[in-house]
Protein backbone atom coordinates (compact mmCIF):
# COMPACT_ATOMS: atom_id res chain seq x y z
CA UNK A 1 0.00 0.00 0.00
CA UNK A 2 1.86 3.57 -1.16
CA UNK A 3 1.96 6.17 1.41
CA UNK A 4 0.36 9.20 1.41
CA UNK A 5 3.31 10.42 -0.56
CA UNK A 6 2.79 8.08 -3.06
CA UNK A 7 -0.77 7.42 -3.41
CA UNK A 8 -0.65 10.20 -6.39
CA UNK A 9 2.09 8.92 -8.57
CA UNK A 10 5.13 11.36 -10.11
CA UNK A 11 4.68 12.62 -12.86
CA UNK A 12 6.32 11.08 -15.74
CA UNK A 13 9.53 12.71 -16.06
CA UNK A 14 9.29 14.51 -19.23
CA UNK A 15 6.21 16.08 -17.90
CA UNK A 16 8.00 16.80 -14.53
CA UNK A 17 11.25 18.56 -16.68
CA UNK A 18 8.74 21.03 -18.32
CA UNK A 19 6.76 21.88 -15.64
CA UNK A 20 9.96 22.32 -13.13
CA UNK A 21 11.90 24.39 -15.83
CA UNK A 22 8.36 26.17 -16.83
CA UNK A 23 8.12 27.36 -13.38
CA UNK A 24 11.63 29.33 -13.48
CA UNK A 25 10.45 31.61 -16.33
CA UNK A 26 8.23 32.87 -13.88
CA UNK A 27 10.35 32.64 -10.67
CA UNK A 28 13.71 33.12 -8.71
CA UNK A 29 15.24 32.83 -5.36
CA UNK A 30 16.85 35.17 -2.50
CA UNK A 31 19.81 33.23 -3.17
CA UNK A 32 19.87 33.65 -6.66
CA UNK A 33 19.06 37.18 -6.49
CA UNK A 34 21.44 37.70 -3.65
CA UNK A 35 23.95 36.18 -5.66
CA UNK A 36 24.28 38.32 -8.33
CA UNK A 37 23.13 41.96 -7.02
CA UNK A 38 25.58 44.69 -7.20
CA UNK A 39 27.88 42.41 -9.74
CA UNK A 40 28.31 42.94 -13.22
CA UNK A 41 26.00 39.85 -13.51
CA UNK A 42 23.09 41.87 -12.71
CA UNK A 43 20.70 41.73 -15.27
CA UNK A 44 17.73 42.63 -14.22
CA UNK A 45 16.32 45.60 -11.62
CA UNK A 46 15.05 44.51 -8.38
CA UNK A 47 11.18 45.85 -6.92
CA UNK A 48 10.58 46.20 -3.30
CA UNK A 49 6.33 46.51 -3.91
CA UNK A 50 5.27 46.65 -0.13
CA UNK A 51 4.90 50.25 0.21
CA UNK A 52 7.63 52.88 1.06
CA UNK A 53 7.06 52.65 5.14
CA UNK A 54 7.84 49.26 4.77
CA UNK A 55 10.58 50.68 2.42
CA UNK A 56 12.10 52.26 4.33
CA UNK A 57 12.06 50.07 7.79
CA UNK A 58 14.24 47.87 5.74
CA UNK A 59 14.78 46.31 2.13
CA UNK A 60 16.42 44.16 0.27
CA UNK A 61 19.88 45.78 -0.33
CA UNK A 62 19.75 47.85 -4.33
CA UNK A 63 16.06 47.25 -4.41
CA UNK A 64 14.10 50.00 -5.55
CA UNK A 65 10.59 51.11 -3.71
CA UNK A 66 7.37 50.87 -6.43
CA UNK A 67 4.35 49.68 -4.21
CA UNK A 68 2.63 47.50 -6.93
CA UNK A 69 -0.47 50.27 -7.19
CA UNK A 70 2.12 52.94 -8.52
CA UNK A 71 3.60 50.28 -11.38
CA UNK A 72 2.17 52.35 -14.56
CA UNK A 73 4.20 53.06 -17.71
CA UNK A 74 5.79 56.18 -17.02
CA UNK A 75 7.12 54.83 -14.12
CA UNK A 76 8.94 52.11 -15.95
CA UNK A 77 9.94 54.83 -18.54
CA UNK A 78 13.71 55.23 -17.99
CA UNK A 79 14.03 51.63 -18.77
CA UNK A 80 14.09 49.96 -21.47
CA UNK A 81 11.56 47.32 -22.70
CA UNK A 82 13.61 43.81 -22.62
CA UNK A 83 14.42 45.47 -19.24
CA UNK A 84 13.45 42.53 -16.45
CA UNK A 85 12.20 43.12 -13.33
CA UNK A 86 12.19 41.07 -10.08
CA UNK A 87 9.43 41.48 -7.60
CA UNK A 88 8.85 40.95 -3.97
CA UNK A 89 6.92 41.38 -0.67
CA UNK A 90 6.61 40.39 2.75
CA UNK A 91 6.82 36.91 2.10
CA UNK A 92 4.49 33.89 0.93
CA UNK A 93 1.78 34.98 2.87
CA UNK A 94 1.93 37.95 1.16
CA UNK A 95 0.31 38.30 -2.21
CA UNK A 96 1.98 41.61 -3.71
CA UNK A 97 4.78 40.21 -5.75
CA UNK A 98 2.11 38.69 -7.56
CA UNK A 99 -0.31 41.46 -7.80
CA UNK A 100 3.36 44.04 -9.00
CA UNK A 101 4.11 41.03 -11.61
CA UNK A 102 0.47 40.77 -13.32
CA UNK A 103 0.59 44.79 -13.54
CA UNK A 104 4.14 44.73 -14.92
CA UNK A 105 3.25 41.68 -17.36
CA UNK A 106 0.23 43.52 -18.30
CA UNK A 107 2.59 46.76 -19.47
CA UNK A 108 4.66 44.06 -21.71
CA UNK A 109 7.38 44.19 -19.32
CA UNK A 110 9.26 40.79 -18.71
CA UNK A 111 8.87 39.96 -14.84
CA UNK A 112 9.63 37.58 -12.00
CA UNK A 113 8.78 37.06 -8.36
CA UNK A 114 11.36 36.54 -5.94
CA UNK A 115 10.28 33.67 -4.13
CA UNK A 116 10.02 33.79 -0.35
CA UNK A 117 10.02 37.85 -0.34
CA UNK A 118 11.70 39.64 2.48
CA UNK A 119 10.94 37.01 5.09
CA UNK A 120 13.24 34.24 2.61
CA UNK A 121 15.64 36.87 2.35
CA UNK A 122 16.15 36.97 6.23
CA UNK A 123 15.74 33.37 6.45
CA UNK A 124 18.78 32.86 4.21
CA UNK A 125 20.72 34.88 7.03
CA UNK A 126 21.04 38.11 4.33
CA UNK A 127 20.92 41.85 5.80
CA UNK A 128 18.20 44.34 4.93
CA UNK A 129 19.13 47.96 4.71
CA UNK A 130 16.99 50.85 5.72
CA UNK A 131 16.29 54.13 3.06
CA UNK A 132 18.36 56.05 6.02
CA UNK A 133 21.12 53.73 5.50
CA UNK A 134 21.38 53.71 1.01
CA UNK A 135 20.63 57.73 0.87
CA UNK A 136 17.19 57.15 -0.08
CA UNK A 137 14.45 59.87 1.33
CA UNK A 138 11.39 57.83 2.36
Known amino acids: MPSIVTEVAAAPSAEALAHFEDSLRFETDCWDVHSVMGTAQQDFVLLDVRGT ?70 DEGFALESAAQDGRAA
Open 53 to 122: EKYAAGHVPGALDLAHRKIIGSRLAEYPPETVFITYCAGPHCNGAARAAIRLARLGRPVKIMSGGITGWL
